[in-house]
T-cell receptor, first 115, second 114 residues
């Protein structure tokens, strides 16, 4: 079974621009979560989608948004980029039933650098 | 609110010695506990989990973890460390009332020296 894929792997953007990151979950997984990983803040939860609905959201400003499509693929968007948005963005998928019981499978991440 | 603490930023052990990476948690309901490992420039990989049942759970690569409800701990252990175990380890918690959101610890860097 193919793992979680994320595109692009690396991205360099300028302050004020916007960016869209993509995630394809493992086949059959209907839950997709997004995390921001930085050296200073560790792994911070952004949001989680299940069946095209956002079920949970972390403490990030409205500039961070996401969506999930009917095939469970997900995208996240960051508008008006700031230097502090530079991070590794990780996507994770898991099985659908009784969410908490199932481990998450992570993609390799998208390394976003904002200059 | 749920939280996870990994009190040690760094753990150093000699190859062949036992290792322990500590984790304590706080949740409002019954906890679902997980350990993940991250190798350089890669995503996190699942190691093991505690959902219910036996307090000692076994996972990948010879790792195990012990769930202690009274101490709200879920320490990761391995009887004999390998140099290849050197990586960043994350403990995570989900509770059964807020399914979908995982809270991760800050991570512990394990270094195993030959």
């Amino acid at each position: 079974k193919a793992g979680v894929t994320q595109t692009p792997r690396y991205l360099i953007k300028t302050r004020g621009q916007q960016v869209t990151l993509s995630c394809s979950p493992i086949s059959g997984h209907r839950s997709v979560s997004w995390y921001q990983q930085t050296p200073g803040q560790g792994l911070q939860f952004l949001f989680e989608y299940f069946s095209e609905t956002q079920r949970n959201k972390g403490n990030f400003p409205g500039r961070f948004s996401g969506r999930q499509f009917s095939n469970s693929r997900s995208e996240m968007n960051v508008s008006t980029l700031e230097l502090g948005d530079s991070a590794l963005y990780l996507c994770a998928s898991s099985l659908s039933q009784n969410q908490g019981r199932y481990e998450q499978y992570f993609g390799p991440g998208t390394r976003l650098t904002v200059t | 609110a749920q939280s996870v603490a990994q009190p040690e930023d760094q753990v150093n052990v000699a190859e062949g010695n036992p290792l322990t990476v500590k984790c304590t948690y706080s949740v409002s309901g019954n906890p679902y506990l997980f350990w993940y490992v991250q190798y350089p420039n890669r995503g996190l990989q699942f190691l093991l989990k505690y959902i219910t049942g036996d307090n000692l759970v076994k996972g990948s690569y010879g790792f195990e973890a012990e769930f202690n409800k009274s101490q709200t701990s879920f320490h990761l252990k391995k009887p004999s460390a390998l140099v290849s175990d050197s990586a960043l380890y994350f403990c995570a918690v989900r509770d059964n009332t807020n399914a979908g959101k995982s809270t991760f610890g800050d991570g512990t860097t394990l270094t195993v020296k030959p």
